[in-house]
């Protein structure tokens, strides 16, 4: 060979190395034996080349392969290359041009895949977990669920859980990598996980994993030539249409094991292919041979034979078609697995750069289906034609899905399960710890207003529910377990973690013992009608200052679902830090609690202000045997059951046995205190003078509380200086004493309000109501009086009065009586009734030292043997809308030591009167009047018998034929009300105010 052929071959070396993506130790340059370069010796995974360093006159060297008797000279590059699926082993000798031995070199060109991975746990229904183990000594390269492939660490698996309610689908692909790089056939497997104690509905079909199972076939229909060419065997095969040729090269174990066999690509059941070996080389060539259809690869018995003959130059052809790959999918995925082949194929995935393929080539699906192109490329750069795979849409298996219902929730009310829009969903369904039966294709559907599940009241029900979502071609369809729960049991009656007292003198708190679940809700209140509030913790029950507070406590509990527990029984607690209880049923040296009540009031009087106490309770009838001071605040109140609730059916009683007859002695002595008699009857029994109440600064309030005094000589029912006296809804009254006084008051104010002051015979001389210095509101007053000898009924001296819808009944009187007497006072009368019928003078109002005395609507009533109706001494008096018939013998209308003004007296409607004026002008004519009335507002004269229809209780009713109806006058300054609280006429209109107390 010439010097520029052997530069052309050296060249065509190079760019051959290049084609068959030699490494590029390949290339390398480093000096093996003198005048020879390559790569070291080793294992290799591709062709590798010895290079000449020279190709000068007697510098070139001689090789010759182990076995071999010839020598050939070692001018020209030596492809040291094998077969795909085979593993050749080269052990090279050189002398040198001096006729020295060089070092034996060895290389073996591995291209013998490795078998594909096992997987340890068979594709198919895992339960509920999952650790994926392979079985191979060599690296593996795996995928999960169509992601990259990654590298495998066996001490690390990967692991999977089944879903709560759901199964669960795992893909996996993998291949091994030997130590050269030889990348095995493609294994893959699919598991489906589901919940324990739930097979799934239906059965798992794995796809094929794209391996195949090797058979001898005697009678095969496969034929086969080899041909000797320049530096190369070439391969002719004939197949059955549809199969695909197969080859094995130089096969340690060609009948036992896949990975020596390569898969040939051809056109109409016939291929060719190309077996290299280097030039130089004689040593034997075995090639098995078959073909492979469906999963079976058919393998003729006697394999073809060739001893090479010395070549003259290297040869390869490209296939006309090239290699197609495996193609194995799952619904997201499809694995491309070029089988071993003598070529390298390059693919491109739609439409991007041919790029070489190493090993399987995972490709996502997407909406659309791809398309994968690709061919084979031979050692010295022949090109296959192009072939072509249309990869598939990614198939969608809908998620079964139902909305309103979640797995594992509990509810508390009716739920309604409705697929999603656009599936349909087949179901089955059980209660309790019952499995569903498996989903079938006849199972029922889930309408599309939804299933609806309301549970039974007073229960937990558990409901269980396989849904599979109707996929038409869905391999492994979706199936989802639910399991929920509706709870309409009531919870647990709340208990109290300690039992509630039923008497606390300090706070108290309440307390709970916690529930397994929901809340508690409690109300604490004093009628027992507060709202509910949610229990977080104790909750106080406070006291108070101003009196005791009885708790009621009630509880209830509910649950998240709005389950409500019954109400526990109620609790009552009495909170009381200011009280003191009385009952006569005490024992001495008591505490004064509820269940330890001291027995005498004056003991509690003394105890409540010796620690500071506000209020005593009275329960029944208790003594008081000594007076007592008050100089705080006190309230004494009555009107207790046994239980010390209040009733007001009921009231306190004390007997008041004073020990001491001293003069002056009362049985509450207020010394600048504040006392209270609240439901209360309280009864005195006196000798000497004194009374019930006496009160020097401080106040005096009576409520609901009957007073009485029964003998002594001089007695005061209240008698008060410098301290307000506010008397509601109670009675006075006074019995067996020569001089009585129900309210005596100085320097003060006076508050009556529907209260009584009474008096029999017993008594001589009586005082009703006495104000000094002071200013007096009386509404709804009834003085029922009878004293023997004198009566006096309402007095203001130096002060301001204000009577109204009152009633004064007077008997007896055998001296004088005078009703309301003012002194340098002011007077008011209004709407008040008046009843007297006595032996002596009577005088219904009298008003002196410069006294103002406004009367109106009056209704009196007047039988005395000498009676004056108004009497003025250096006063100023209005009399109007008033009647008064007398029947006395000689009665007087108004004497007045001065002559009336004008407008003094108006609308009077009277009856019975001797003398009409008296004092300065004095008269008997009626008509004597007119000078003093208002203008058009003229007094009348009418017999009873018209004016009054009836008597009802002791009272005279107005008639409506009276000429007293719609006959008065308005004022500004009288009640608003008449007698028995209807709304006086104010005038504004049509109607005018009727005369008299009574308003029709």
Not at 321 to 327: I, K, L, N, Q
Not at 629 to 647: M, Q
Request: net charge negative.
């Amino acid at each position: 060979m010439t010097g520029a052929g052997r530069i052309a071959l050296y060249t065509g070396a190079l760019t051959a190395a290049v084609l068959c993506h030699a490494e590029p130790a390949s290339l390398s340059s480093a000096m093996l034996v003198s005048g020879i370069s390559g790569p070291p010796p080793g294992t290799y995974a591709d062709t590798q080349v010895l290079m000449p360093a020279t190709l000068g006159p007697g510098t070139v060297a001689e090789f010759r392969f182990a076995g071999q008797e010839s020598w050939f000279p070692f001018d020209r590059p030596v492809y040291l290359a094998s077969f795909a699926g085979e593993e050749r082993r080269y052990d090279i000798e050189f002398r040198l041009p001096d006729g020295a031995a060089g070092s034996p070199l060895a290389y073996i060109i591995d291209m013998r895949p490795p078998e594909p991975p096992v997987f340890i746990t068979p594709s198919g229904d895992a339960g509920s977990k999952l650790s994926i183990s392979l079985s191979t000594r060599e690296e593996i390269r795996l995928s999960l669920d169509g992601g990259p492939f990654g590298a495998f660490d066996p001490s690390d698996p990967p692991a999977f859980s089944s879903l709560a309610d759901a199964t669960l689908v795992v893909t996996a692909a993998a291949y091994a990598i030997d130590p050269v790089g030889n990348a095995s056939g493609l294994a893959t497997a699919v598991w489906r996980l589901h919940p324990d104690g739930l097979k799934p509905s239906f059965p798992l079909s794995p796809a094929d994993g794209g391996s195949f199972r090797l058979v001898e076939d005697q009678a095969s229909a496969a034929t086969a030539e080899i041909t000797d060419i320049t530096g190369s065997a070439r391969i002719d095969l004939k197949v059955p249409d549809g199969a695909i040729p197969c080859i094995a090269v130089n096969a340690d174990d060609p009948f036992g094991s896949t990975a020596s066999w390569a898969r040939i690509a051809g056109v109409r059941s016939a291929a060719s292919c190309i077996v290299p070996f280097p030039w130089g080389y004689e040593q034997q060539i075995v090639v098995h041979y078959g073909y492979l259809l469906g999963d079976t690869l058919h393998a003729v018995p006697l394999p073809l034979v060739l001893t090479p003959r010395f070549p003259a130059d290297d040869a390869s052809v490209a296939p006309s078609a090239p290699v197609s790959p495996t193609v194995l999918l799952d619904s997201s995925t499809a694995f491309m697995d070029w089988p071993a082949n003598p070529w390298t194929s390059f693919a491109s995935v739609d439409g991007s750069d041919f790029v070489p393929v190493i090993g399987p080539v995972p490709v996502r699906l997407s909406d659309k289906p791809v398309n994968v192109r690709f061919y084979s490329l031979a050692r010295n750069g022949a090109r296959s034609g192009t072939g072509s795979v249309e990869l598939p849409a990614r198939s969608v298996v809908p998620e079964p899905r139902l909305e309103g219902i979640e797995s594992g929730r509990t509810y508390g009310t009716t739920v309604v399960a409705v697929p999603a829009v656009g599936t349909i969903i087949r179901y089955q369904a059980a209660e309790g710890d019952l499995v569903p039966e498996p989903v079938a294709a006849t199972s029922p559907a889930v309408p599309p207003t939804g299933l609806r599940f309301e549970g039974r009241p007073g229960e937990v029900v558990r409901y269980r529910l396989r849904i599979v979502a109707e996929a038409p071609g869905a391999s492994i369809p979706a199936e989802r377990f639910i399991s929920f729960s509706i709870d309409r049991q009531a919870p647990a009656v709340p208990e109290l973690a300690h039992g509630t007292q039923s008497y606390s003198s300090s706070d108290s708190t309440v307390s709970f013992k916690p529930l397994l679940s929901g809340n508690i809700f409690v109300s604490i209140s004093e009628d027992g009608q507060g709202p509910f509030i949610r229990y977080a913790g104790p909750m106080p029950m406070s006291g108070s200052d101003d009196g005791r507070r009885r708790y009621i406590v009630r509880a209830y509990a509910e649950d998240e679902f709005g389950n409500r527990s019954p109400e526990m029984e109620s609790q009552r607690t009495l909170i009381d830090r200011s009280s003191l209880y009385t009952d006569a049923r005490g024992r001495p040296g008591a505490s004064g609690s509820p269940d330890d009540p001291i027995a005498y009031l004056d003991d509690a009087v003394e105890a409540a202000e010796r620690t500071g106490k506000r209020f005593i309770y009275v329960r029944g009838a208790v003594s008081m045997r000594r007076p007592v001071t008050v100089r705080s605040r006190l309230t004494v109140a009555g009107g207790f059951d046994d239980e010390w609730n209040e009733s007001p059916s009921r009231s306190g009683s004390a007997t008041v046995s004073l020990s001491s007859t001293a003069f002056g002695s009362f049985a509450f002595l207020v010394d600048g205190g504040a006392l209270t008699l609240s439901s209360m009857s309280i009864s005195m029994a006196a000798e000497g003078a004194g009374g019930l109440v006496s009160a020097r600064g401080g106040a005096v309030t009576i409520v609901r509380t009957n007073l009485r005094i029964a003998g002594g000589i001089e007695m005061v029912a209240i008698r008060s200086v410098a301290a307000p006296v506010v008397i509601d809804s109670s009675s006075i009254e006074l019995a067996s004493v020569v001089t009585g006084r129900g309210i005596d008051v100085s320097a003060a104010g006076l508050g009556i309000t529907d209260s009584s002051i009474s008096c029999g015979s017993s008594v001589s001389l009586f005082d009703g109501v006495r104000i000094a210095d002071g200013s007096a509101d009386i509404t709804g007053l009834r003085l029922e009086v009878a004293p023997e000898s004198t009566l006096s009924g309402i007095t203001a001296i130096r002060s301001t009065v204000s009577v109204e819808r009152s009633m004064l009944m007077a008997r007896g009187g055998a001296s004088s009586c005078r009703l309301f007497g003012a002194n340098a006072a002011s007077l008011t009368v209004s709407s008040t009734y008046v009843d007297l019928a006595v032996k002596g003078f009577a005088e219904i109002f009298s008003a002196s030292n410069g006294s103002r005395l406004r009367v109106a609507h009056l209704t009196a009533g007047v039988l005395a043997p000498r009676a004056v109706l108004l009497g003025s001494s250096s006063s100023t008096f209005l009399l109007f809308n008033t009647i008064a018939f007398f029947s006395g013998p000689s009665d007087t209308f108004i004497r007045d030591d001065a002559v009336p003004g004008d407008g003094t007296v108006s609308a009077n409607c009277l009856w019975g009167f001797e003398r009409y004026l008296d004092g300065a002008v004095q008269s008997t004519a009626f008509a004597s009047l007119e000078r003093y009335e208002l203008a058009g507002r003229r007094s009348i004269l009418e017999e009873p018998a018209l004016t009054f229809h009836t008597t009802m209780k002791g009272l005279r009713r107005l008639s409506g034929s009276s000429a007293c109806v719609d006959g008065g006058i308005a004022l500004d300054w009288g009640s608003s009300l008449d007698l028995l609280g209807s709304t006086r006429v104010s005038g504004r209109g049509s109607r005018l105010p009727d005369i008299g107390a009574e308003e029709l």
